[in-house]
Every structure is written in C-alpha cells, then in structure tokens.
C-alpha cells in the first residue's frame, strides 16, 4: 500500500531540490562579486533619501520610491553598504528564483522547461535587444519584476487580491515597469475569464491602491517641473538614451544590433503557432495568447516609432519590458519543444 505522507515528502523534498536548482543557476551567474554603476545609484539614493544633500549620484528630491527607499535608508545608513549589497543581491536572487518557481508550478510548466529557459536567458543577455535585464542589479526595478511574476502565479491559481496587492506594489516599486505589466496583467484576466467588467473592476483595484504615487508622479513632473527645461526634455532624453529606446540611427534605418533581437521575435511567433497547433491543449491558451501579442507589440512599437520623430514615446523607455517578455516566451516555448518531443516519442 503506498504511504500519502512518503509521497508528500518525496514531492516537498523534489520541489525543494528544484527551487535550489534555480537559485544555484542564478547566483552562479549573477552572485554579488561587485556593485555595478545602477546598483551605485541605488546605495546613494537610499543612503541620502532624507538629505538634502545633492552632490552624489543619482540624487533626486523625489519621495515616490519610499515603499523601498525607506527600509534601505536605514539599512545603508548603519551598516557596511558592501555587506548591505551583497545580502540584498543574495536576496533578491532567492525571491526570483521563488517567483520563477511558484510561476513553474502554477503554469504546469515542466522543471527541465524552467532550468534550460533560464540558461538560455542568460546566455541571450536577458534581451532581444540589450536595453533591459532583469536580475543583474539590484534596485527598484528589480522588486518590481519580481512582484510582476508572482502576480500572474497568483492570478493564474485565481487569488485575485494577493495578485492585486503584488501588482500595485510592482506600481510603487518602480512606475513604468508596474503599469506596464498591470496592463498586460489586466489582459491576461480578460482572457481567462472573458468578462471586461471584472477586469475594469480588477484594473480599478490596482489604480485606487496607486493613486498616492500617482499623485506624487504628477506632482513632480508636472507642476513642479522647470518650465525652462520642459521644451527640451525629450530631447534631452533621447541624447542620453537613444542607445536603448530607439531601434533607429540618425538616418532612421534599423541599427544592425537590433536586427538579431527582430529575427528573435519572428522566430518565437513562428514556433508558437506551429506548435501550438502540433499540441492543442499542452499549453495554457491565456498565456499562450498574451505572449503572441506581447511578441507582435515590439513590430508594432517600431513602426510607431518611426513615426514618432518628437521623441513623445522613447522617454517612457517602451522596449523595457523585452526582458521579461523574453522570459515568459523561453518558458513557453521549451514546454512546448519538450511536450512535441515526447508525442513524437510515443
């Protein structure tokens, strides 16, 4: 007769043997070793966030980040910020790799599926197109992605208020990154549950829970903007930044290091449909289908972005969330390889 308690622990004790493949394959490749020029920014930032001192890097009079800023404030401030970078970095690590693991179970997606997405992330600079990685650094963004992945895992297991919370913290941790995924988030409901009034009330919830850093935003960019650097702000932007928000040169053609990451895409889009079709049911449709239209939104950026010559756009960095796009696909797309493999098999 088989025991339930010996399989529960043989499962526990395979989950556990999983989620630490993850982090070893993570921290082998992205341990603390050294503080990059954005983890710098981060340490002085939380470190001076109650001075008013602007003579270090990345100052900035704004409160918006407080959520995060504050708790580092404090940590920076009595300890070696050394010491302090190498155990937030270590931890930062363990929660995208239970994040990835949680995202894992909840999608049915296969462990071998996980692990080889995850080298091949890595091996591919967690990018189409080299302007965003997602677990190099430690800063705001960094709590963000991680929010974002157990949103759709709580989502997807239908704790709909967890994945609310989740989401609106991703808004406070980092602003652009959080209402981008909320959106694509919001997308995802609407495909599971095919009712845009639940959706409008879920979207409702994330947006109320935000309005204070909404509020902030508005306030710092708007009406206490410098009305004299207004007029040339996009401008501005785009010198310090054409590098990662544009795909175009000066002449507006395609920059030769963005055509691999365009080829990229088209090759994922092509190997979703035809495996899709290979495999009806061996995928969740929801996520499935998001992942199609989050692959076509960069097409469909690019093109208006060529149109787009007052640099309207590029300050809102729009090619940011390529990464963890990426990411999502590689999941797919390996789950998809392995299971026409084995049908192929038997």
């Not at 990662?244 to 889009?269: E, Q, R, V």
Request: glycine share 2%; charged share 15%.
């Amino acid at each position: 007769m088989i025991n339930q308690k010996d399989i529960y622990h043989k499962l526990n004790q395979k989950n556990l043997l999983f989620f630490l493949a993850i982090f070893f394959l993570l921290y082998l490749f992205f341990s603390p070793t050294f503080i990059t020029a954005n983890e710098y920014a981060f340490i002085s930032t939380s470190k001076n966030f109650l001075s008013s001192n602007n003579y270090y890097i990345g100052y900035s009079e704004s409160i918006r980040a407080f959520l995060i800023k504050l708790p580092a404030y404090f940590l920076f401030n009595n300890f070696d910020y050394e010491i302090v970078h190498k155990i937030l970095k270590t931890l930062s690590l363990l929660f995208f790799s239970y994040a990835i693991f949680h995202f894992s179970k909840s999608f049915k997606i296969s462990n071998i599926s996980i692990l080889i997405s995850i080298l091949v992330f890595i091996l591919s600079k967690q990018s189409y197109f080299g302007t965003e990685n997602i677990l190099s650094t430690i800063e705001l963004k960094t709590f963000s992605y991680i929010s974002i992945i157990l949103a759709f895992s709580f989502l997807q297991k239908k704790n709909v208020m967890l994945s609310i919370f989740l989401s609106s913290f991703s808004i406070y941790s980092h602003f652009l990154v959080g209402y981008f995924w909320a959106g694509a988030l919001c997308i995802f409901y609407y495909l599971k549950i095919k009712n845009l009034k639940i959706v409008l009330i879920f979207f409702l919830k994330i947006f109320l829970i935000s309005i204070p850093i909404t509020v902030i935003l508005f306030y710092e960019n708007y009406y206490n903007f410098n009305p004299l650097l207004q007029t040339s702000y996009n401008d501005i932007f785009f010198e310090r930044h054409k590098g990662f928000t544009t795909p175009f040169t000066d002449s507006y053609g395609i920059k030769k290091s963005w055509i691999f990451g365009y080829i990229f895409i088209f090759a994922n889009l092509n190997i979703f449909i035809f495996l899709k079709k290979k495999l009806k049911k061996n995928l969740n449709n929801e996520l499935f289908l998001l992942l199609i239209l989050l692959n076509i939104y960069f097409f469909a950026l690019t093109l208006f972005l060529y149109f787009d010559r007052n640099f309207f756009l590029i300050k809102f960095i729009p090619f940011r969330p390529e990464s963890l796009i990426l990411l999502f696909s590689l999941f797919c797309i390996f789950e998809l390889i392995f299971d026409w493999f084995r049908k192929k098999k038997y």
